[in-house]
């Protein structure tokens, strides 16, 4: 059994993606995916693509240039981002790869205690301008 084999739910999602930063996140999902979706008609029992011919299609395709598009104003408050947003910049000393991945437990503790901070300092601001 080829390892190619393993693969039968691809991330089809990321594969048309025009933009950097939106890449395929690992090139064995998506060879896994063209080799069982790809020539039209096949599947993942009667595959029409060899491995080696899998790796070949990824490995271009993801090697491809892709349009530049600036991102840094997706999140002017970037203190908005969800906890699990892929890319900084974040506003809390959390890794890229644990806003990926996890545990998010202590991002969700410190995002709240910055809001609650927040909150009271407006608060603060209110009654002293009253």
Known sequence: MGILELIKQPW???????????????LLIFAGYIKYNMPLGATYENPQLSDEESWDIAAYVENQPRPFKDLSQDWPDISKK??????GPFSDRFTEIQHKFGPF??????????????????????ATQS
């Open 12 to 26: 089809p999602w990321y594969i048309a993606s025009p933009l950097v930063g939106l890449k395929v996140p690992a």
């Open 82 to 87: 969800p906890i699990d947003h892929p890319f």
């Open 105 to 126: 437990k202590s991002i969700k503790e410190v995002k709240k205690k910055l809001e609650e901070a927040n909150k009271k300092l407006k608060n603060n601001q209110k």
